[in-house]
């Protein structure tokens, strides 16, 4: 296979986190990589770091010259786009909701689910152009299809993102176009061991209350996503995985063990 060949992947908020550790996987197995972030300094960086086959992009998915200028320089520079991936997104408060603001709300639905729908829109325009066919990937959450207290604009962006997925992969699967979500848990991501080290997560009881007993590592979700945007998943599209341990699959009281101990951690 020629370096043109090569099959390329858009991701976006991919300078840090979950983003950056799905970046690599998807370098590590042959991919060229476009990383595209707000801070296009640090994306540049971490497509260095990467390699000189890759890309770093500034890119603020909110804004339609700026996402699409994104795509249009991977396609340039990469000579195709085959793997779409809404990664970008930011934090929720914890606020009570009586005490939240409009304008953090919509700001929240604006990035996740608007920019979803931004570059997935371009990004399957290019797809669609070049005649091949494609894979787009967003990330859904937990909170999407759970009830977490006080994460309304985050839960609502979350779940628009799981309806939005659905719609996609169902207009544009006669294009050859596949257009799936992941839904993560709880992920040791560098934020939510700030969150920890500042009083504002107990592990503990998030570690009580999922099936697997633990919190899950980035390397997981990456290849999750993976899956979804390799052709092992060609027969897959409208659909939402949840790679969360298994704590949307847990309803019942206490905890999944039904360790009374366990439960009183929790």
């Known amino acids: ?11 976006t908020g991919a300078a840090q986190g979950i ?6 996987l998807f370098a590590e197995r042959g991919h060229r990589v476009a990383i595209a972030d707000l801070d296009g300094e640090l994306a540049a960086e971490r497509a260095r770091e990467l390699g000189p086959d890759h890309l770093g992009l ?5 804004d339609e010259t700026a996402a699409q200028a994104a795509i249009d320089a991977a396609v340039a520079h ?3 786009l085959d793997i779409a991936i809404n990664n970008a997104g930011i934090g929720d408060t914890n606020a009570p909701t009586l005490e939240q603001s409009g304008d953090h709300f919509r700001n929240v639905i604006d990035v996740h689910l608007g920019g979803t729908f931004l570059v997935s829109r371009m990004a399957a325009a290019a797809m669609q152009a070049a005649g091949r066919g494609g894979a787009i990937v967003n990330f859904a959450s937990i909170a999407g299809l759970t009830g977490l207290p006080r ?3 985050y839960g609502a962006a979350k779940a628009g993102i799981i309806a939005m997925t659905r719609s996609m992969g169902a207009e544009w699967g006669a294009l050859g176009i596949r257009v ?5 848990g709880y992920v040791r991501t560098a934020l939510v ?4 080290a500042d009083g504002l997560l107990d592990p ?3 570690i009580a209350r999922t099936p697997l007993a633990r919190m899950l590592e980035p390397r997981e979700i990456a290849e999750a996503v993976y899956f979804l945007a390799s052709p092992a998943a060609s027969a897959i599209t409208g659909t939402v995985l949840s790679v969360d341990g298994g704590w949307t699959a847990f309803g019942a009281a206490g905890t999944p063990s039904g360790d009374p101990s366990a439960a009183g951690n929790s």
């Open 1 to 11: 296979m020629t370096q043109d060949d090569r099959k390329t992947a858009l991701i």
């Open 19 to 24: 983003g950056l550790e799905t970046a690599r």
């Open 58 to 62: 500034a890119c603020n998915v909110t």
């Open 78 to 80: 990469l000579g195709r």
């Open 151 to 153: 994460r309304n604009a």
């Open 180 to 184: 799936n979500a992941v839904a993560p």
């Open 193 to 196: 061991e700030k969150l920890i």
């Open 204 to 206: 503990a009881t998030i």
